[in-house]
């Protein structure tokens, strides 16, 4: 009998083994209660980036607790969240070139960001008079788990008990190497059939569909479709911002700036939560009016919480004056190295790589989230001190960016030792 007082998210507690007690962090380790120390090979669900407890950023986090810890954020503001809308936007114009984003709308996860993505667009298409309500999306898209982001991602095992509450939202096929022209043809088929409100992509790495890749060109193109047709392109960066592509934001290497950014886990660093999404000046102004039935409607307790904002905006600071992209592109290379070495092994396919997320396929009969072989792997990289949390058959490394080479010797090591074990 497994039962827990505490539930634990994607958790089935009925199989799962009993959770590791974690008592501290220290760059790219946790470290156990028993003393164990486990490397952090898919940066604690995606959100550290610099590395655990990053010096400049647990410090702007003492400061602010005691200065101002929290106050309503409507009707007031304060400096962190001021200095860090004002960073955030500088880091974003420089990464995309130029960008016509120019208001940040905080919350506090991935998953409300895209939420309030999605209804600043719908908001924009009703407050400018225009009936456009037809969102389209990815097939194995994953935007977060509240109802509105559980509508625009895939629909299968992690959604299916909530059909009835989801909305009708259009697909475009992932674009897999080789078909892209399918999926380019059925999203000029879908914004010509309908007025379309927004088209919501993953930018070049669908996360949770798999860690599944595909070129900026075909970004790029799916970003020209939309636009010709009117459509807002909303980019949820949720996982891709703050370096995981390569480039600050995965938008840069298409040379795209969508209407509406999304962005959460890596913005404080991965310390604290902390969500924002940026708007351009259109969508705001749509919302902008003397008429308060306009007034964009949403907000949590916490949005923009000082301390939180404070974390951001000391890691934007890392960003704009220290020299992230060359660490990241050391971090790439070393990938690319152990991913290499994997590669003449016949049990693994579809070695891919985009900036610093490696990803491989473990050939088995069964593939899928619920692959037998997921948590049979998961308990030997545990074995192994190292953390990875294979997708079904997929096993991917996003580590954090302070990763050494002889720690991602001991990843790829753990990775051929599972897969003899499992065999
Ligand atoms: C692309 C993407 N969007 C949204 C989310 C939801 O973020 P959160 O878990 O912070 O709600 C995730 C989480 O993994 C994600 O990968």
Redesign the pocket.
Known sequence: MRRSTVWHPFTQHAVAPLPIKIASADGAYLVAEDGRRIFDGISS??VVTHGHRHAPIVEAIKRQADTLDQVIFAGFTHAPAEETATKLLQLVTRSLGTSDLAHVFYSD???TA?EVALKMALGYWRHSGETRTRIIAFEHA????TVG?MSAGARGIFNAPYEPMLFDVARIPFPEAGREEATLAELERLVTEEPTAALIV?PLVL??GGMLMYPAAVLRQLFEIAKAHGALVIA?E??TGFGRTGTAFACEQACVTPDILCV??GLTGGVIPLAATLSTRAIFDAHYSTDRTKTFFHSSSYTANPIACAAASANLDIWLNEPVIERIAALAAMQAERLASLGGDWRFTNLRQTGTIAALDVVVGDGGYLAGIGPKLYERFIAADVLLRPLGNTVYVMPPYCTTAADLGRVSAAIRSAADAVA
Not at 142 to 145: L, M, P, R, S, T
């Open positions: 669900w995606w996860s991935g998953s895209v994953y935007h977060g788990d982001t993953e996360g949770a949820d949720v996982m959460a886990k």
